[in-house]
């Protein structure tokens, strides 16, 4: 069992909301990820961080920000949540670069 | 432009059968080939990481092929269980020294194993 925990599993919100989707992982891992995933769909890296206060933007472009103040611990914030961000944003980590990607459970958004 | 696809896109089969799913991919330069599997609703989970040099890795009744020349990888599932409903997701890492950035992730191939 991988030790990577994503909170809230589930959230459902108005347009215009603030949210932050929380992402910890007891492995000490440096390289840290999230990605987004739609029905049937295949991932997409939205940001990643390769250590503390390291933090890139990925090939999908988010209206997401993220930060990495503390290594266990990268979360993702919307600042204003809106139908088009309803999706499951799956966080993950890894020990080193190629390495084996541990996936939280996921966080599924939906923004009415 | 890389490109990871899975065939098929679905597939149903009665438990104790056995089943292949196909990747092929066009991610140049090679790192490493991955397939995960995802169960709805939860998170990816690895189930193999293959490097240019091997051709065959199992894990348990899953089992990895890896042709580098025509560029296919094969899961071979064995005696497939009710518990193996789920998606297989081939993911090719592309770049020399495998930066994560550079993982080119397939749609999957939604298994479903029925009684």
């Known amino acids: 069992e991988a030790d990577i925990y994503q909170t809230p599993r589930y959230l459902v919100i108005g347009t215009g909301k603030k949210i932050t989707l929380e992402c910890s992982q007891t492995?000490?891992?440096?390289?840290m990820y999230w990605y987004q995933q739609d029905p049937g769909m295949e991932l997409h890296l939205i940001h990643y961080s390769y250590g503390v206060n390291s933090t890139e933007k990925g090939d999908l472009s988010s209206e997401s920000t993220v930060s990495r103040i503390r290594t266990e611990h990268f979360p993702l914030t919307l600042e204003s949540a809106r139908p088009s961000h309803t999706s499951q944003y799956l966080c993950?980590?890894?020990?080193?670069?190629?390495?084996?990607?541990?996936f939280g459970e996921g966080s599924r958004l939906t923004v009415l | 432009k890389n490109q990871v696809e899975q065939s098929p896109q679905s597939l149903i089969i009665l438990e104790g059968k056995n089943c292949t799913l196909q990747?092929?991919?066009?991610?140049?330069?090679?790192?490493?080939l991955r397939w995960y599997k995802q169960d709805t609703g939860r998170g990816p989970v690895s189930l193999t990481i293959m490097t240019f040099s091997e051709n065959t890795k199992s894990n348990g009744r899953y089992t990895a092929t890896l042709d580098a020349d025509t560029k296919q990888s094969s899961l071979h599932i064995t005696a497939s269980q009710l518990s193996d409903s789920a998606s297989y997701i081939c993911?090719?890492?592309?770049?020399?020294?495998?930066?994560?950035?550079?993982?080119?992730f397939g749609k999957g191939t939604k298994l479903s194993v029925k009684p």
């Open positions: 993950a980590s890894s020990q080193r670069l190629a390495g084996e990607l541990f």
């Open positions: 990747c092929n991919y066009t991610v140049s330069p090679f790192s490493n």
């Open positions: 993911v090719v890492s592309a770049g020399r020294g495998g930066s994560q950035g550079n993982l080119i």
């Open positions: 492995m000490g891992h440096d390289k």
